[in-house]
């Protein structure tokens, strides 16, 4: 029987997977395919909306918003228009009735006798005018949450269990839920297909710091949906579909990590900065030197850094910053759902968001100096080094070409394309061909060992970038100023 690896690259606004199969006993090489998701209209797609709907009928549908079942939901209110006293400017207005209502009895002084009474009246029109301001927001306030809990159309679940954050959720089903029932539904499909013999390999956006916490939180939900579709629901996915919510809820157990747990259902939980970076493994694309990769997703922008040398590639550290597409979308004023993304983001938005790639960057190069400082190489060394290396870019977020502008001394762009596929068995490869960018994660999820313990190279084997006649001079230097 063949071996089955899925990649599954759960993201924030969408799913994709790619499905390895590798042979029994060697005979032949692995091959690949992306997995096909049926709309509504039993079309074909390479991904899964990141979806999850409540119908009329109190059962959940997944992944495309089907408008004909959609409970009702309320209209999203708007800010009462509050009419407001006119407000002024004190010696302005004194001054035009002293003129208009002043006669030869009054003094210049009583235009100071009319800046007190001014005051003390504009102070009271203040006063009413923010306590209009502050009822008519209560009031929207009261609205706008009322219109949130009965919100039936769930997105950015994802993010917010991973990430915690700014995008408003479901105040009656918590995010950790929604992955769960989100994650049976993928599951449900993919056994509907492959049968039940098969790993998962799923991404997760972290920083090395916080991948263990990250890790064990993937593996709980997986766990959960696992537990769902094969003991609760015994594979039986009409039942599941079927199910009202109060009741998939009472019959949802929500998993707690331990090891035991993630190897009965076949998890590893890689970074996604990881899985992007491992995309480009195989290529021999790259000249040998310090890299960066950065994939920008809806929720996350994933960094890594890395070398490319003899023996292969090798990560030295990874982060995943909480600005993707949803944010750059939210600070141009509208939702990214709602479309026409590159003709409404702004420029200063784009701006920002750039600068937070920066600033991510030139913190690792300081680190990086201090650390050579040490070695006696010197800094100028370093920065010759660095300067102009290779930035790859990858995801969504790379199809717009403002978002992909080099960062910091990274100035030799490159975008993931289906080269990353070459001289490998992809099943419909033209058609997938234009969405590497899209589809590089899942596949580099494929590529990953079993062993989801990433670890990280330390900088001091970055020396292997510099000849001893680099150290010794610097060492040299330093003992004539002693």
């Not at 899964?48 to 059962?59: F, K, R």
């Not at 009246?121 to 929207?140: A, F, G, Q, T, W």
């Not at 289906?418 to 490869?429: G, H, Q």
Request: glycine share 6%; with cysteine.
């Amino acid at each position: 029987m063949d071996s089955i690896k899925i990649g599954l690259d759960f993201g924030t606004h969408q799913t994709k997977i790619c499905v390895k199969r590798t042979p029994d006993e060697g005979h032949g090489e692995p091959n690949y395919e992306f997995f096909k998701f049926k709309d509504l209209e039993d079309n074909s797609h390479y991904f899964l909306p990141s979806v999850i709907q409540i119908n009329d009928d109190d059962t959940l549908s997944y992944g495309f918003v089907d408008k004909k079942r959609l409970k009702a939901e309320m209209k999203e209110p708007t800010r009462q228009e509050v009419e407001l006293e006119g407000e002024f400017d004190v010696e302005m207005e004194a001054e035009r009735l002293f003129s208009q209502y002043g006669t030869s009895d009054n003094s210049i002084n009583d235009i100071k006798v009319l800046s007190d009474m001014l005051t003390i009246r504009l102070s009271n029109i203040k006063r009413r005018n923010k306590e209009k301001r502050h009822e008519v927001e209560k009031i929207y306030n009261e609205e706008r949450k009322r219109y949130i809990d009965s919100k039936n159309v769930f997105r950015y679940f994802k993010q917010s269990y991973f990430i915690g954050g700014y995008w408003e959720q479901s105040r009656k089903y918590s995010a950790r839920l929604l992955c769960i029932w989100y994650l049976a539904y993928v599951i449900f499909l993919l056994e509907e297909q492959f049968g039940t013999e098969f790993s998962i390999n799923m991404g997760v956006p972290t920083d090395d710091e916080k991948y263990a916490k990250m890790q064990q939180l993937a593996v709980e939900i997986l766990a959960s949906a696992y537990y769902l579709v094969e003991d609760v629901y015994e594979n039986d996915m009409k039942s599941f579909l079927n199910e009202k919510i109060e009741d998939l809820i009472s019959k949802t157990d929500q998993k707690k990590y331990s090891d035991n747990l993630k190897d009965e259902y076949y998890i590893n939980v890689f970074p996604e900065a990881y899985a992007s970076l491992i995309a480009l493994s195989s290529q021999g694309r790259i000249t040998p030197g310090m890299c960066l990769t950065a994939d920008i997703g809806g929720g996350t922008t994933d960094i890594s850094f890395f070398t490319v040398q003899k023996e292969g590639l090798k990560i030295y550290k990874f982060w995943s910053i909480p600005h993707g597409l949803n944010s750059i979308a939210k600070y141009s004023g509208f939702e990214y759902q709602e479309g026409n993304f590159e003709n409404r983001i702004k420029h200063n938005v784009i701006g920002l968001f750039n600068q937070k790639k920066h600033d991510v960057v030139d913190k690792l190069v300081k680190d990086l100096i201090k650390r050579i400082q040490k070695t006696g190489v010197p800094v100028k060394n370093l920065m010759d080094k660095l300067n102009g290396r290779v930035l790859v870019y990858a995801g969504g977020g790379s199809t717009f070409h403002e978002l992909t502008s080099p960062i910091y001394l990274f100035t030799d762009v490159n975008l993931v394309d289906d080269s990353i596929w070459r001289e490998l068995n992809v099943k419909e490869i033209r058609k997938v061909a234009n969405l590497s960018p899209l589809l590089s994660t899942a596949f580099g999820l494929t590529q990953s060992e079993n062993d989801d313990d990433v670890k990280l190279k330390s900088y001091d084997t970055l020396l292997e970038f510099f000849p001893d006649g680099e150290r010794s001079e610097k060492q040299e230097i330093s003992k004539d100023v002693c």
